[in-house]
């Protein structure tokens, strides 16, 4: 998938995955894709939660080396 | 219109002082508006510098020893420090946030911190003692931002 920036939250926990990711989305213009990586398990809820309540699509989300994938469009 | 979150923070040692900053943090990162009412021991969590704030491995028997150790021992000095230290650099090396940097993503997001006034004077803190861009109040203060709240919790 196309993406427009990538942040990679490997290696933090909770709740730093998503606090970042919200940093990270902050300079993106509306409608652009974020692809966030995570080795955090619990993000895998986290983001789907975390893109319910702020509105920013949860695109897609897979893994890839061992890795949670996840694609944010911004709102 | 943003949800609200109102926290209380009572608490001084390290495993309590982590879940107030870590709930606003990640409130603040959902859009929420959050204020955190620091009283009693919580004071502590708004010093400039966090380094008191420890964890005690006396009258927590939930906390994992890395050998079985007797109350006795656990009292003897430096068993605390060296408990905190341990316990912060287990916390490093799983990629958990200290809590200066919760404390300041926290503040980067907008999280009000109220400082209660009756235990500032209270303990004699000075507010040279604490952190900038806080305000301070009374329980009336933390009550009308309490009574507009989604989510209240006292910790």
Known sequence: MNFDKEYDASGLACPLPIVKTK???????????????????????????????????LLEQGSENNKFVFYLKKA | MAKKMALIATKGTLDMAYPPFILASTAAALGWEVQIFFTFYGLQLLRKNLKSIKISPLANPAMPMPVPMPVFVQMLPGMESMA????????????VASLTELRDLCQEAEVK??????????????????IDNIEYGGAATFMKFAGESDVCLFI
């Not at chain 1, 509306?30 to 319910?52: H, I, N, R, Y």
């Open chain 2, 84 to 95: 905190t230290m341990m316990m912060k650099q287990k916390m490093k090396s799983k990629g």
């Open chain 1, 23 to 57: 940093k990270a989305l902050s300079d993106m213009a509306s409608g652009q894709v974020l692809k966030v990586l995570s080795t955090d398990p619990g993000s895998v809820c986290d983001m789907a939660a975390f893109a319910e309540q702020t509105g920013n699509a």
């Open chain 2, 113 to 130: 911190f109220v400082a209660c006034q009756m235990t500032v004077d209270l303990f004699e803190f000075q507010k040279s003692d604490f």
